[in-house]
Nanobody, 116 residues
Framework: QVQLVESGGGLVQAGGSLKLSCTAS????????MGWYRQAPGKQREWVVS???????NYADSVKGRFTIARDSAKNTMSLQMNSLKPEDTAIYYC??????????WGQGTQVTVSS
């Protein structure tokens, strides 16, 4: 079992920055890829970014060049630095990881609101 807890959401004006964090606990040695999804009001959850256990990253085109993911395996944490935020980035952001035999775990979500 893996537990994920996000923090760092909030309200920011367009063009501003926020940093989200995700801390893992439990069977952390089994964690493989990690990343973030987001869900805007009335929309389906969408993938944002992922990072492998060796630091390889992939970004959705909508956030490429503005968001940066990082992972500290020693501290069991992952972060998402979000710059140049836009109103369309407003969503609940969920961290996730794949652990054990390809099981996906989710955090509880943190709200990010970008005002225009």
């Amino acid at each position: 079992q893996v537990q994920l807890v996000e923090s760092g959401g909030g309200l920011v004006q367009a063009g501003g920055s926020l940093k989200l964090s995700c801390t893992a606990s439990g069977s952390i040695s089994s964690i493989g890829p990690m990343g973030w999804y987001r869900q805007a009001p009335g929309k389906q959850r969408e993938w944002v970014v992922s990072i492998t256990s060796t630091g390889g990253t992939n970004y959705a085109d909508s956030v490429k060049g503005r968001f940066t993911i990082a992972r500290d395996s020693a501290k069991n944490t992952m972060s998402l630095q979000m710059n140049s935020l836009k109103p369309e980035d407003t969503a609940i952001y969920y961290c996730y990881c794949i652990a054990g035999i390809s099981r996906t775990y989710w955090g509880q979500g943190t709200q990010v609101t970008v005002s225009s």
